[in-house]
């Protein structure tokens, strides 16, 4: 299994970013919330794409922000191959847009179990879809 998140995996589309926010399924799992949205499938893309949102309303440093986002990063690079098969199983292609919701940090651990957790609820919900 490809356990790289590399460029292919970004997404980057300003009208598929707003899509998300107006047709898109909110998902909570706290700290975490996921809104995600079926996009049409293109060969060239991954499986999904994806953005991280650390609020500067909650951080107000930046380094607090990137440090955030890197270990969701991670933690969804290391669980990703979970939804990476059901949706190339169905055929599927989605565009997930994480929102980091705690007002404070959390431990690596924490968050990684969480993001499990999110992935598993995000990829039983894909499969209703």
Known sequence: ?????????????????????EEGKTIKQYPLRSIALAI?????KAAFQLVISVPKRNFKKAHDRNRIRRQLK?????????????LIEQKQQIALFLVYTERTQLEYKVLESKMKK?????TIEQGHA
Do not use: W
């Open 40 to 44: 049409e499938p293109d060969s060239t």
């Open 118 to 122: 999110l992935i598993q609820q995000i």
């Open 74 to 86: 991670e933690a969804f690079r290391l669980n990703k191959g979970i939804l990476e098969e059901k």
């Open 1 to 21: 299994m490809n356990v790289e998140l590399n460029k292919k995996y970004k997404l980057c589309s300003h009208t598929i970013i707003k899509a998300i926010f």
